[in-house]
């Protein structure tokens, strides 16, 4: 397994916002986290990345026990993120976002800033400030950057957040040439159901901070806990269409 999360729980004060998940994610693969708002999806990346000490459990990647590492040294093992709300360097251009967390600079370093900006359609815009981009290109920006440090597990927060439907596809697109062109693993943040069951091999739902089903999109899909969990009890099912009553 690349991650294993065993046991993880957090407390936010007398808040439990992820309680006793478990988790296993193998290399190669497009992982998704799903489930209701609140249910404790961000924490989690927060507590796999570093952003937060888990309050209990272990989580270990790619042999290491990496459990309450901070975020430096978890980035530099090969963890990379992006966040719901973009956070990238807004005054520094497309180019000057992905140089300044390369690792190493030089002739390699600069073919792969190229081959970035290229893989990602970011040429015409490469000297420009990123806070002047479209939305679109900044959310592709943010995937470009967090490739720039070779991760070899990429955590995606919501990358279609306030996209329209064609961006959503395009994304979509994008992702899955990602885990073709680099030899990455992915876990994906998203609530957009439709690019949820295209691209993910693996889903783990959660609510309320627990793990309540982990399998085959498909099965997923079918399952009425999960169906409740989104909706209600006698709730419309999350494919989108209203259960008769
Ligand atoms: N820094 C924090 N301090 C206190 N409570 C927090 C903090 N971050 C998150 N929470 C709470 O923890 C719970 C889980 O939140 P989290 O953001 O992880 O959920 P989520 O599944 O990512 O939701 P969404 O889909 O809306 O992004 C929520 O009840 C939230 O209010």
Do not use: W
């Not at 957040?161 to 998203?190: C, Q």
């Amino acid at each position: 397994m690349l991650l294993s999360v065993k046991g993880l729980t957090h407390y936010f004060g007398g808040l439990r916002a992820v309680n006793d998940f478990n988790m296993e994610i193998e290399k190669g693969i497009i992982q998704g986290l799903i489930g209701p708002n609140g249910a404790g999806k961000t924490t989690t990346f927060n507590l796999i990345t570093g952003m937060h000490v888990p309050t209990s459990g272990e989580i270990i990647f790619s042999g290491d026990n990496i459990t309450g590492k901070p975020a430096y040294h978890i980035a530099g093992k090969g963890i990379a993120r992006t966040f719901q709300n973009l956070k990238l360097f807004s005054r520094l251009t497309v180019r000057e976002n992905i140089r300044v967390v390369q690792n190493k600079q030089g002739k390699d370093a600069a073919a792969e800033e190229e081959r970035l900006i290229k893989l990602f359609e970011l040429e015409k815009y490469a000297e420009y400030r990123s806070c002047d981009l479209p939305y679109g290109a900044q959310r592709r920006l943010e995937i470009a950057r967090a490739l720039a440090i070779k991760p070899k597990l990429l955590l995606l927060d919501e990358p279609a957040a306030g996209m329209n439907p064609s961006e959503v596809d395009n994304l979509s697109e994008l992702i899955n040439m990602i885990i073709k062109e680099f030899d990455i693993t992915i876990l994906l943040i998203e609530h957009q159901m439709r690019m949820v069951m295209k691209l993910c091999h693996k889903l783990t739902v959660l609510n309320f901070g627990e793990v309540i089903a982990t399998g085959a999109p498909r099965d997923i899909l079918n399952n009425s806990g999960v169906v409740e969990a989104y909706l209600g009890k006698g709730g419309a099912s999350i494919r989108g269409k209203r259960s008769e009553r």
